[in-house]
């Protein structure tokens, strides 16, 4: 049995708890407020798109939206699921309707085009009234990408019981936007291949809770899943099999699959390290490929970088990434940049020739490559996204400010990178990182593994602006949960990142409590249980929060209680 740590936080949280439950909604709007009528929909509701030429992607939202009010059936979470609802219910008023419209003399474009612009462009707040007398509801945005947002809000505020869809809580007026424009999860497709019918699974789930970013960090040494057209030999020899490449038309359907669910796709080729499986094809282009031990020479087995003094590298990977940023519809793309590790280098006998002979440091000769590649990047209008070591360990003049950086080590380090004038992407493994507690699966090494488990409730402590300056501040773009597939396939994949993945998505998207009260995870964890509940209905394996005495009785179970 686990102890509990006896903190007197706790008890002063209890009295900020919201008074009216909207226990469904996640992540909470902005701006909300809820009435106590019953209201039920009828069983001809129809959602109206009064849009002018509304777009494909628009018209399916609306379709799955009425999927989601006819399939959910989610029971209310108290004893009886809603069995005690029914005289509530008995009188209550039948809405029939939802109209969605644009501000006057918005362009229509599509949910697609919108999820993919620039951070500072994309519009996805939405205004949602639902009337408690019957009268049709209205949801209103600028953008269909806030209309999206929208319909995902307003299918989450139904309960369902004997037959009756309904809410307790009408009416609702909720004015709603983003805290933050980047909300994303990532996925590592390295380690292991996941099929792409789970990541479109993933896409979805990432949906529900209004993450806008697909960070996909498709290649690292372990394999090379990703099919480029101009170069072939990446996926034939360095991909754990045939089958587990993602082929033109699996990117494709991944890349339009994201944006209709208003999701953009921040690609990631990990460079100059974790790139080792380029030498299943290009053995030369790799230094210290296969080099044991491993662990003087990589974070993790099998060890290889590219020879970045070489010219022909240089070139190479200029033209591979160029390559594959083309086919991206995204406005960023990833070059990463962590864990380059100099002994490779030093003790390559290429790389050490070339510093010696023309007494460069391999910081100077980092400098060359990444010029090289974000110059390239920055000509297809791509903005350059790397990991924080390229600003905090290397002196770098060839990376432009516009350049995001992601932290990952600590998240003690984005005051550094907003020193150095940097937009920064929180990702900091010390309360994002999913697969930590996973244990070892280093050979030989009983004792071993990665941290401890890092609960939805600890991630959800995260300040993504702790010990920063106010004009630091304003470099956060936002942040996001991974998950690096280490010892994680299709099979554990939903388990392992939800619904724990959520916790984020509420932090940059709602920032605080309606009210600027700040986000506390008792208030939070009945909204939590609906979403993870809700989650289930629609055929995802999230995990359980609390055994499920607790989760029918909101609170219950709290320390104190
Ligand atoms: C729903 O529509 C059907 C026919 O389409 C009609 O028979 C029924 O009366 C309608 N129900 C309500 C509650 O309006
Ligand atoms: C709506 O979705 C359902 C189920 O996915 C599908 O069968 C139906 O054809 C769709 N309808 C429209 C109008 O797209
Ligand atoms: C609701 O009804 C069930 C029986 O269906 C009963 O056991 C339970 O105590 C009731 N819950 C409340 C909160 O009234
Ligand atoms: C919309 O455009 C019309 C015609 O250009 C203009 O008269 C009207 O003021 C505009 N409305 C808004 C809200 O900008
Ligand atoms: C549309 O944009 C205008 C101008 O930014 C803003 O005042 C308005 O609240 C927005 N409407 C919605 C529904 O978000
Ligand atoms: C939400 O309410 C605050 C004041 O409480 C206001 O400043 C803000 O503009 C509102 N946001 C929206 C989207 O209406
Ligand atoms: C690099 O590529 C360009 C063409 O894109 C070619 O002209 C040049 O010779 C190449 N340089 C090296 C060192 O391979
Ligand atoms: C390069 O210089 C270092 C330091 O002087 C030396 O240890 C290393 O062996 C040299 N490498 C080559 C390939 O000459
Ligand atoms: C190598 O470069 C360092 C610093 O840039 C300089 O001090 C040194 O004299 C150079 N050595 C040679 C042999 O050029
Ligand atoms: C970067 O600059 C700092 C401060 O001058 C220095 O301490 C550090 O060693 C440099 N790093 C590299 C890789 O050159
Ligand atoms: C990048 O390289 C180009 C020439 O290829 C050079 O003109 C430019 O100054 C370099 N930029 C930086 C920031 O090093
Ligand atoms: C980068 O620097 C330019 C020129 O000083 C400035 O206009 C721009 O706002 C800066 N961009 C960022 C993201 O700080």
Redesign the pocket.
């Known amino acids: 049995m686990a102890r509990f740590n006896v903190s007197g936080l706790l008890v002063l949280f209890v009295a900020l708890v919201l008074p009216s439950g909207a226990l469904a909604l996640w992540p909470i709007p902005r701006n909300l407020t809820t009435g106590t009528s019953a209201l039920k929909l009828d069983t001809n509701f129809t959602i109206s798109v009064n849009v002018s030429d509304s777009p494909s992607d628009l018209v399916d939202a609306v379709n799955q939206t009425k999927q989601y009010l006819e399939n959910d059936r989610l029971g209310r979470l ?3 699921r809603g ?2 609802d029914t005289a509530a219910l008995s009188g209550a008023k039948t809405i029939s309707g939802l109209t969605l419209s644009l501000e006057e003399n918005t362009t229509v474009n599509s949910i697609a085009y919108e999820a993919r612009l620039k951070l500072e462009d994309r519009v996805e707040g939405y205004r949602l009234t639902i009337p408690n007398d019957g009268s049709d509801a209205t949801l209103v945005a600028n953008t269909t990408l806030g209309l999206y947002r929208g319909l995902t809000t307003f299918s989450q505020i139904w309960y369902w019981y004997g037959g009756e869809t309904y809410t307790l809580e009408a009416p609702f007026e909720i004015a709603d936007l983003p805290a933050y424009p980047y909300r994303g999860l990532g996925l590592d497709t390295s380690r292991h291949y996941f099929p792409v019918d789970s990541i479109l699974r993933t896409l979805d789930a990432m949906s529900w809770v209004k993450i806008n970013t697909f960070h996909w960090h498709v290649t690292d040494s372990q394999s090379w899943p990703l099919y480029v057209v101009e170069y072939p030999d990446l996926a034939q020899y360095g991909a754990y099999s045939a089958q587990q490449v993602y082929s033109e038309q699996d990117i494709q359907n991944i890349l339009s699959y994201a944006g209709a669910h208003g999701i953009d796709v921040l690609l990631e080729i990990d460079t100059p390290g974790h790139s080792g499986s380029i030498g299943s094809a290009y053995p030369d282009y790799i230094a210290c490929m296969y080099e044991t031990p491993w662990s003087s020479y990589a974070g993790e087995p099998p060890a290889g970088q590219l020879r970045m003094t070489v010219p022909e590298v240089v070139n190479f990977t200029t033209s591979l990434l160029s390559s594959v940023a083309k086919t991206m519809p995204s406005s960023y793309f990833s070059t990463g940049g962590d864990e380059i590790n100099s002994a490779c280098y030093l003790d390559d006998p290429i790389t050490s020739t070339y510093l010696n002979t023309t007494n460069t440091t391999l910081n100077g000769v980092l400098d060359t490559f990444t010029n090289s590649t974000h110059s390239a990047l920055v000509g297809l209008g791509k903005t350059p996204v790397v990991w924080e070591e390229m600003v905090l360990e290397w002196n770098l003049t060839s990376l432009s400010n516009e350049t995001i950086v992601m932290t990952w080590i600590s998240s003690q380090d984005a005051a550094a990178i907003a020193d150095k004038g940097f937009r920064i992407v929180q990702a900091p493994s010390n309360y994002f990182y999913l697969d930590e507690g996973q244990g070892s699966w280093v050979g030989g090494d009983p004792f071993g593994g990665s941290g401890t488990f890092i609960t939805w409730q600890y991630a959800y402590t995260y300040d993504p602006l702790a010990n920063l300056t106010e004009s630091q501040q304003a470099l956060v773009l936002g942040g996001q949960q991974i998950l690096w597939a280490e010892q994680s396939a299709a099979q554990n994949l939903e388990p392992t990142v939800w619904p724990r993945a959520a916790a984020s998505a509420e932090i940059f998207w709602s920032a605080t409590q309606p009210g600027g009260i700040p986000l506390n995870g008792t208030e939070a964890l009945p909204r939590l249980q609906d979403l993870r509940y809700r989650m289930v209905q629609r055929g995802l394996n999230a995990i359980p929060l609390q055994p499920e005495w607790c989760s029918l009785r909101p609170h219950a179970c709290d320390q104190y209680s």
């Open positions: 108290v004893v009886g069995a005690n």
